[in-house]
């Protein structure tokens, strides 16, 4: 089978544009998606958002917190190395 092309009208057209020259994107919409899979298209539902994504950084750690787990990380140590 093959596959939906836009030039044909049977398929939606990537939403996104080219920065440096500005046009659009000649590839066809993933399936229910704005955009193609080149430029990210992915469901709402997988994409990880807020405290749930591995590059969260929330500001919310103080000085004294990082201290504290500075000195436990430190003392595990010593005491891995001392049971070398």
């Given amino acids: ?3 939906p092309s836009v030039a044909n009208g049977h398929a939606k057209q990537c939403e996104a544009t080219c920065r440096a020259r500005g046009d659009r994107c000649k590839n066809p919409a ?11 298209a992915r469901r709402p ?3 990880r958002v807020g405290a749930d994504h591995p590059n969260f950084k929330s500001g ?3 000085r004294a ?3 504290r787990r500075k ?5 595990l140590r ?3 190395q ?3």
């Fill in 71 to 75: 000195a436990a990380f430190t003392r």
């Fill in 82 to 84: 001392l049971l070398r």
């Fill in 30 to 40: 993933a399936f229910g998606m704005r955009t193609c899979r080149y430029h990210g």
């Fill in 1 to 3: 089978m093959p596959l």
């Fill in 45 to 47: 539902g997988t994409v």
């Fill in 65 to 67: 917190a990082r201290e």
């Fill in 78 to 80: 010593q005491l891995s």
């Fill in 60 to 62: 919310w750690e103080t």
